[in-house]
């Protein structure tokens, strides 16, 4: 390979599309846009998802339920992530460094698996088996603001 047998990949150097430049060059007249009708006039634009007076999909798809922008999301973490952490204190700080937790959201401590081990659980909320679990094995629950 060496210069003389370079060359540009297919569509690299495709010219533009001049339009409305008199019938030699394919493209006068009506310049691409047809006769007649709503889109060949001048100042014609339709409003977005417009179907041609059909209506639209986002119309003709039903409405349900209700979405609350104060909603407030939480990580979610099971206590047997927390068993297999090895870890007599975790903290959010420590569970994203572990790689459980991968966001910034609020950590919530939900009681999935079985606790034998006491731990110090610093959290955003815990649930009340988790919180019972918890307690019940000797650790303690510190809920963070």
Known sequence: MNLSNIHAPKKATTKRK???RGMGSGMGKTSTRGHK????RTGSRMIRGFEG????LHRRMPKRGFTNIFRKEYAIVSLE???E????TITPEVLRKAGIVKTKHPVKIL???ELTVALTVS????SKSAQEKITKAGGKVE???
């Open 18 to 20: 001049r339009v409305g």
């Open 53 to 56: 007076g059909q209506m639209p």
């Open 85 to 88: 952490l090895g870890e007599s």
């Open 111 to 113: 009681g999935d698996g």
């Open 143 to 145: 809920v963070l603001q």
């Open 37 to 40: 009708g709503q889109r060949s």
């Open 123 to 126: 959290a955003h909320k815990f």
């Open 81 to 83: 992530r927390l068993v």
